[in-house]
């Protein structure tokens, strides 16, 4: 079975630090690009960036460049977001998701949820 | 990129037909090859449901379909049934390998 499990969300003081971490089974994760998206409660989705399948390129959402850094060890078949400099807006779930080659979404992690909050 | 225009709220009966309409900028125009539709239940991961014209992951009904003209596509859910309640996302992948998300439309079956 297809599946990406995410972990490390929490609760963090604004400008502290969390990594979140997703774990692919099912596949062969080292053949496809990935993102992460967050969601704030009630509110929609948002992309928040992604990385090649081999790693070696990636990309922000303004709200989060020069904070956030995606990166994934395809060794061990898992996908990391470091988040630092956390602010009170990055609160949401946020899910890893992996993108298919037909360029849509295909698979969604259950998400894990970041609360940034004094 | 701005958040693709979806209609907050579509509702109908059981067994009608709907649409949810997602509209991208003028700029999306030449652009707008990849959407794709998202089903997200109350406290659920969104679950990935269509994309361009009526290409279905394997499960998913055929109840629901595509379409797109220009700037603006739309998903029609036919025979609505009342596990369709749920909120629904469109999606744009971009030349620049991000997604641009539609703002999200809330199907009511009454």
């Known amino acids: 079975e297809v599946q990406l499990v995410e972990s490390g969300g929490g609760l963090v003081q604004p400008g502290g630090s969390l990594r979140l971490s997703c774990a692919a089974s099912?596949?062969?994760?080292?053949?496809?690009?990935m993102h992460w998206v967050r969601q704030e409660s009630g509110k929609g989705l948002v992309w928040v960036s992604r990385?090649?399948?081999?790693?070696?390129?990636?990309t922000y959402a303004d709200a989060v460049k020069g904070r956030f850094t995606i990166s994934r060890d395809n060794a061990k078949n898992t996908l990391y977001l470091q988040m630092n400099s956390l602010r009170v807006d990055d609160t949401a779930v946020y899910y890893c998701?992996?993108?298919?080659?037909?360029?849509?979404?295909?698979?969604w992690g259950q998400g894990t949820t970041v609360t940034v909050s004094s | 990129q701005s958040a693709l225009t979806q209609p907050a709220s579509v509702s109908g009966s059981p067994g009608q037909s709907i649409t949810i309409s997602c509209t991208g900028s003028?700029?999306?125009?030449?652009?707008?090859?990849?959407v794709s539709w998202y089903q997200q239940h109350p406290g659920k991961a969104p679950k990935f449901m269509i994309y361009?014209?009526?290409n279905r992951p394997s499960g998913v009904s055929n109840r629901f379909s595509t379409s797109k003209s220009g700037n603006t596509a739309s998903l029609t859910i036919s025979g609505l049934q009342a596990e369709d309640e749920a909120d629904y996302y469109c999606?744009?992948?971009?030349?620049?390998?991000?997604?641009?998300f539609g703002t999200g439309t809330k199907v009511t079956v009454l």
């Open positions: 998701v992996r993108r298919a080659r037909y360029y849509a979404i295909d698979v």
């Open positions: 099912g596949f062969t994760f080292s053949n496809y690009w």
């Open positions: 990385i090649k399948s081999d790693g070696s390129s990636e």
């Open positions: 003028s700029s999306d125009g030449g652009g707008f090859n990849y």
């Open positions: 361009d014209v009526n």
């Open positions: 999606s744009l992948y971009t030349s620049n390998n991000t997604l641009v």
